[in-house]
């Protein structure tokens, strides 16, 4: 009867207990068992225990990050739904994809949320690397983290690209064939060169890319396997990598004088009544900065609940984005992919028009030249700025708003006047129409503008003194640019890439 | 003992002998790994294109349009036929693959505005190379067009 009784009472405790040995540490009541809720999991603790109060201030990162995480999770969860009627052959994926526009339960619904999970998340990562570089975030310690972010950056780029050809239409067909015939630019060189029957890196990129010349089954196929295996792979470990590292870093870069400003709280107690024994031995043997040792964690909050919930916010904030550009657009289907009509115009995803507009004047240049001299660019920030003034801080660093502002001005006035040129008189070959290859691939408005913000940048280093400044008027200008291609492949392109104000002065057929 | 000493437990001596051996497994290892990824880069190359054949064979119409420009349905190419004899001029255009359409100077490519002659030469826009033409064998009306051999151009059969 004893033994029984003992049994039933378990029974009865199962659940309580399966919850218990979960958390490990009961609930997250007490500064012990929210740190211990915090280290005890293995994904909350890519986190800190604690997190300093400054990284807390919505102004401090603009929810950006987390943003992008959340868009990706989204992007995720609905991509594995349509992964259960997706049929990745050519005729079968464009039959499958109406199929799961017109036929599926919710099937509307779950690719609309795909698409623009997949837009936000290009919006969010975009302008978290911008917030992430006018706060002056990438500095020491944080150099790598920003190459981390860049490799996400890329990757994200990727996914959306590879994402594109799946519905087999006329704009995924003919998206990425451009797409892969930029991949076979570098032949615009090689062959202005004569060289391209012993050297031909161009041929054998788009051969990789497409498994064959031509558009067609195992360009599906190999897409297919890039979206929904190896770019997410990817892009998971250079997360982890990156959310780590943060940690690593000790939390977000904040200014040197950021306890003074943020002033006293009642939310902060000093944590260590005793000399911490235990916690830091081990940071005793890593060099460098490890974070307090020997002090106890000034001006620091438990991550749970402050970060927590604040990521929370931010997670809700972005799914309701997503689901009301869900319900209220359609993600675009067009006729079966016709490999003898091309869509005229046929138009890449929106952010991918900028290079289209590049691509207009040279290919190489404009696809992989200029894109690799802007990656380049990118990614030596953080190891040409070596300076200390203004990190953490929203435009920190000689110069500040003001210069940010006047870049806004030249990086937008050289854009728009190169283009506005360009598209009133035409460009060399208009004027020459035997100009070599070479000369057209070297100068161009792309290289042209490129050259312009690069001098503009030298200026600002010179005349300020610091490295700081130029890259704070050079990637403004990088943005201006972005911004106002874009705008232009986007809205005032019409049939055979000619310019019109206004879709309605199209020409009929 | 002594020389040992100078050096922390945290800090040792950068590298001591026996390390020898074990930078050596190291080195191998890593080649090992680096000459496996050689084989596996090599297998995405596909060998043999999984393409449609590129020649095909074609009944010319007994009037072609005075430009030329006949387009034999389902392929990317332009047959035209003057007094020298016939020629067959590829449609896709040499910027980024688009297929251009005929006008009445030439063709013009709807993606990024290249425009070619009758024969093909570029005469504005982006792109790089002009048109190629293509190896057209047979005579009179019935004609073989390999898409995947291009001549000269002028070369009329
Ligand atoms: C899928 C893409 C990405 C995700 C999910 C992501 C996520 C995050 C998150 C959650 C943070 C914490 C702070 C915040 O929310 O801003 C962060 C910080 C950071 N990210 Fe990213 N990120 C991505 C891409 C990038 C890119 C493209 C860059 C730049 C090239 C970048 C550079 C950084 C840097 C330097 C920090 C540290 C900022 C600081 O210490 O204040 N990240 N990232
Ligand atoms: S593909 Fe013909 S102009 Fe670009």
Same mark, same amino acid.
Request: aromatic share 12%; charged share 15%; hydrophobic share 45%.
């Given at each position: 009867?004893?033994?029984?009784?003992?049994?039933?009472?378990?029974?009865?405790?199962?659940?309580?207990?399966?919850?218990?040995?979960?958390?490990?540490?009961?609930?997250?009541?007490?500064?012990?068992?929210?740190?211990?809720?915090?280290?005890?999991?293995?994904?909350?603790?890519?986190?800190?225990?604690?997190?300093?109060?400054?990284?807390?201030?919505?102004?401090?990162?603009?929810?950006?990050?987390?943003?992008?995480?959340?868009?990706?999770?989204?992007?995720?969860?609905?991509?594995?739904?349509?992964?259960?009627?997706?049929?990745?052959?050519?005729?079968?994926?464009?039959?499958?994809?109406?199929?799961?526009?017109?036929?599926?339960?919710?099937?509307?619904?779950?690719?609309?949320?795909?698409?623009?999970?997949?837009?936000?998340?290009?919006?969010?990562?975009?302008?978290?690397?911008?917030?992430?570089?006018?706060?002056?975030?990438?500095?020491?310690?944080?150099?790598?983290?920003?190459?981390?972010?860049?490799?996400?950056?890329?990757?994200?780029?990727?996914?959306?690209?590879?994402?594109?050809?799946?519905?087999?239409?006329?704009?995924?067909?003919?998206?990425?064939?451009?797409?892969?015939?930029?991949?076979?630019?570098?032949?615009?060189?090689?062959?202005?060169?004569?060289?391209?029957?012993?050297?031909?890196?161009?041929?054998?990129?788009?051969?990789?890319?497409?498994?064959?010349?031509?558009?067609?089954?195992?360009?599906?196929?190999?897409?297919?396997?890039?979206?929904?295996?190896?770019?997410?792979?990817?892009?998971?470990?250079?997360?982890?990598?990156?959310?780590?590292?943060?940690?690593?870093?000790?939390?977000?870069?904040?200014?040197?004088?950021?306890?003074?400003?943020?002033?006293?709280?009642?939310?902060?107690?000093?944590?260590?009544?005793?000399?911490?024994?235990?916690?830091?031995?081990?940071?005793?043997?890593?060099?460098?900065?490890?974070?307090?040792?020997?002090?106890?964690?000034?001006?620091?909050?438990?991550?749970?609940?402050?970060?927590?919930?604040?990521?929370?916010?931010?997670?809700?904030?972005?799914?309701?984005?997503?689901?009301?550009?869900?319900?209220?657009?359609?993600?675009?289907?067009?006729?079966?992919?016709?490999?003898?009509?091309?869509?005229?115009?046929?138009?890449?995803?929106?952010?991918?028009?900028?290079?289209?507009?590049?691509?207009?004047?040279?290919?190489?240049?404009?696809?992989?030249?200029?894109?690799?001299?802007?990656?380049?660019?990118?990614?030596?920030?953080?190891?040409?700025?070596?300076?200390?003034?203004?990190?953490?801080?929203?435009?920190?660093?000689?110069?500040?708003?003001?210069?940010?502002?006047?870049?806004?001005?030249?990086?937008?006035?050289?854009?728009?006047?190169?283009?506005?040129?360009?598209?009133?008189?035409?460009?060399?070959?208009?004027?020459?129409?035997?100009?070599?290859?070479?000369?057209?691939?070297?100068?161009?408005?792309?290289?042209?503008?490129?050259?312009?913000?690069?001098?503009?940048?030298?200026?600002?280093?010179?005349?300020?003194?610091?490295?700081?400044?130029?890259?704070?008027?050079?990637?403004?200008?990088?943005?201006?640019?972005?911004?106002?291609?874009?705008?232009?492949?986007?809205?005032?392109?019409?049939?055979?890439?000619?310019?019109?104000?206004?879709?309605?002065?199209?020409?009929?057929? | 003992?002594?020389?040992?000493?100078?050096?922390?437990?945290?800090?040792?001596?950068?590298?001591?002998?026996?390390?020898?051996?074990?930078?050596?497994?190291?080195?191998?290892?890593?080649?090992?790994?680096?000459?496996?990824?050689?084989?596996?880069?090599?297998?995405?190359?596909?060998?043999?294109?999984?393409?449609?054949?590129?020649?095909?064979?074609?009944?010319?119409?007994?009037?072609?349009?005075?430009?030329?420009?006949?387009?034999? /349905?389902?392929?990317? $190419?332009?047959? #035209?036929?003057?007094?020298?004899? &016939?020629?067959?001029?590829?449609? !896709?255009?040499?910027?980024?693959?688009?297929?251009?359409?005929?006008?009445?100077?030439?063709?013009?490519?709807?993606?990024?505005?290249?425009?070619?002659?009758?024969?093909?030469?570029?005469?504005?826009?982006?792109?790089?190379?002009?048109? /190629?033409?293509?190896? $057209?064998?047979? #005579?009179?009306?019935?004609?073989? &067009?390999?898409?995947?051999?291009? !001549?000269?151009?002028?070369?009329?059969?």
């Amino acid at each position: 009867m004893n033994a029984l009784q003992e049994f039933c009472e378990n029974l009865w405790a199962a659940p309580r207990r399966i919850l218990d040995t979960a958390l490990r540490s009961g609930a997250p009541k007490t500064d012990r068992t929210r740190s211990t809720f915090v280290f005890g999991n293995v994904f909350l603790h890519l986190h800190a225990v604690r997190t300093h109060r400054w990284s807390l201030r919505w102004t401090t990162t603009l929810g950006l990050g987390i943003a992008s995480a959340a868009a990706t999770l989204i992007a995720v969860v609905s991509g594995v739904l349509l992964m259960f009627y997706y049929k990745p052959y050519p005729e079968a994926a464009y039959q499958s994809i109406k199929d799961i526009h017109f036929v599926v339960p919710t099937g509307r619904f779950i690719r609309n949320i795909h698409r623009w999970s997949a837009n936000v998340m290009v919006v969010t990562v975009i302008a978290h690397m911008a917030r992430a570089f006018y706060t002056a975030s990438y500095r020491k310690p944080r150099e790598f983290n920003w190459l981390i972010g860049m490799g996400l950056l890329v990757t994200t780029l990727g996914l959306s690209f590879t994402g594109y050809l799946l519905p087999w239409d006329q704009l995924a067909y003919w998206a990425i064939t451009i797409g892969a015939n930029i991949a076979q630019s570098p032949r615009e060189v090689t062959d202005a060169l004569g060289a391209t029957d012993y050297f031909d890196p161009g041929g054998l990129q788009k051969l990789l890319l497409l498994g064959s010349d031509t558009v067609g089954a195992e360009a599906l196929i190999r897409f297919y396997l890039f979206h929904v295996m190896l770019l997410p792979m990817v892009l998971a470990a250079l997360m982890s990598v990156h959310f780590w590292r943060i940690r690593k870093d000790g939390g977000l870069s904040r200014p040197a004088d950021a306890d003074e400003r943020l002033g006293p709280s009642k939310d902060v107690y000093p944590v260590f009544t005793d000399t911490p024994a235990k916690t830091y031995q081990l940071a005793a043997i890593v060099r460098g900065r490890t974070p307090a040792v020997g002090k106890g964690p000034e001006n620091t909050v438990p991550s749970m609940p402050h970060l927590f919930y604040a990521e929370l916010a931010v997670t809700m904030l972005t799914l309701f984005v997503c689901l009301a550009l869900a319900i209220a657009f359609d993600a675009p289907l067009k006729e079966l992919a016709n490999p003898n009509i091309p869509e005229n115009p046929a138009k890449a995803p929106w952010y991918f028009l900028g290079l289209q507009e590049l691509v207009a004047f040279t290919a190489f240049m404009g696809g992989i030249g200029i894109p690799a001299i802007v990656l380049i660019g990118l990614g030596l920030i953080p190891y040409l700025d070596r300076e200390k003034a203004g990190s953490g801080e929203w435009f920190g660093g000689p110069g500040g708003w003001p210069l940010v502002q006047r870049s806004l001005a030249i990086g937008l006035a050289s854009a728009l006047i190169v283009e506005s040129l360009v598209i009133r008189y035409g460009w060399i070959r208009e004027w020459f129409p035997s100009t070599p290859q070479l000369v057209v691939t070297l100068i161009n408005p792309g290289t042209l503008l490129t050259a312009i913000y690069a001098a503009y940048s030298l200026w600002l280093v010179q005349r300020y003194q610091s490295s700081r400044a130029g890259a704070l008027g050079l990637f403004t200008c990088f943005l201006c640019g972005f911004v106002v291609l874009t705008v232009i492949g986007t809205y005032f392109r019409g049939p055979n890439w000619v310019f019109y104000w206004s879709p309605s002065d199209w020409p009929k057929h | 003992m002594n020389s040992e000493t100078k050096h922390s437990r945290l800090e040792p001596e950068l590298m001591p002998r026996r390390d020898v051996l074990g930078m050596a497994s190291l080195w191998a290892a890593g080649s090992a790994f680096m000459f496996a990824l050689f084989g596996i880069a090599r297998l995405p190359k596909a060998a043999v294109l999984a393409s449609p054949s590129k020649k095909f064979r074609v009944t010319l119409p007994e009037t072609l349009p005075a430009s030329g420009a006949f387009v034999p /349905p389902g392929r990317n $190419v332009s047959i #035209s036929r003057d007094s020298e004899g &016939v020629h067959a001029v590829s449609l !896709v255009c040499t910027h980024l693959g688009c297929i251009v359409n005929t006008s009445s100077d030439g063709f013009e490519c709807p993606c990024h505005g290249s425009r070619f002659d009758r024969n093909g030469a570029v005469t504005r826009g982006p792109a790089p190379q002009p048109l /190629p033409w293509l190896k $057209v064998t047979g #005579s009179g009306n019935e004609v073989v &067009v390999d898409e995947g051999a291009t !001549v000269p151009s002028g070369t009329k059969v």
